[in-house]
């Protein structure tokens, strides 16, 4: 199985929008916005498929398993101090971005219509690809999420690009200071970011789905 990212051999689904079958209605796959589904911890690509449906019906859905095996299937480590796995954010990262490569001339989506939709170390994820590979999606989409990457020596062109995050202000794995230092950061590389808050943990709320939902919709 090729860590790397250059063949469509790591696990995953495809899934494309309603619109992209036989149904006479002219769309076609590269119409549609497609999302890049991103699992927690001990997750699989079979984790999110609902949440990418109900943030937008019309997508196509690209929902990959994270080729590290620690404690369940993740995208990369956090060590046992809090840290991350920084050589191992970055592989992940390249990882995606050629697979996204390979994907898009496989299944016909549009590479300027991808969005990474991500859970706690998958949402981590999906920051760490926008940083190191901005040219890979359009935004971001991520819940419970923390900054994997460290970007001291890291500047990143994100003009243009959307980022969504809904967090939880009693969330032990989102640390405000952490977080509010990543929005700045991508606010500052020139990301359009609305950020969400609501007062639970470690959790996907509706509230804030539905409210994606409506804004994904505009764009």
């Known amino acids: 199985m090729s860590a790397l990212g250059s063949s469509l051999e790591r696990p995953h689904v495809w899934q494309p929008g309603p619109f992209s079958s036989q149904t006479g209605s002219g769309e076609k796959v590269s119409d549609q916005k497609t999302f890049l589904l991103l699992h927690g911890v001990g997750g699989d690509e079979f984790d999110l498929l609902g949440l990418g449906k109900s943030l937008d019906p019309n997508a196509n859905l690209l929902s990959v398993r994270g080729l590290v095996r620690e404690g369940g299937n993740r995208h990369f480590m956090r060590f046992a101090d809090g840290s991350f796995d920084q050589a191992g954010v970055v592989a992940a990262a390249d990882g995606l971005a050629g697979f996204l490569q390979v994907a898009s001339e496989h299944y016909g989506f549009d590479p300027a219509k991808v969005w990474a939709v991500g859970f706690s170390n998958g949402a981590n994820m999906s920051g760490a690809l926008l940083a190191l590979h901005p040219e890979s999606v359009a935004g971001i989409v ?24 809904a967090n939880g202000a009693r969330d032990i794995y989102s640390p405000a200071d952490v977080v509010d230092s990543m929005i700045a950061e991508f606010t500052a590389w020139g990301a359009d970011v609305n950020f969400q808050l609501h007062n639970g943990g470690h959790l996907i709320i509706s509230d804030h789905v539905e409210l994606f939902r409506d804004l994904l919709a505009r764009i």
Do not use: P
């Open 142 to 165: 991520a819940f419970a999420t923390n900054r994997a990457l460290n970007t001291a020596d890291l500047s990143s062109d994100l003009s243009g690009k959307r980022v969504f995050i």
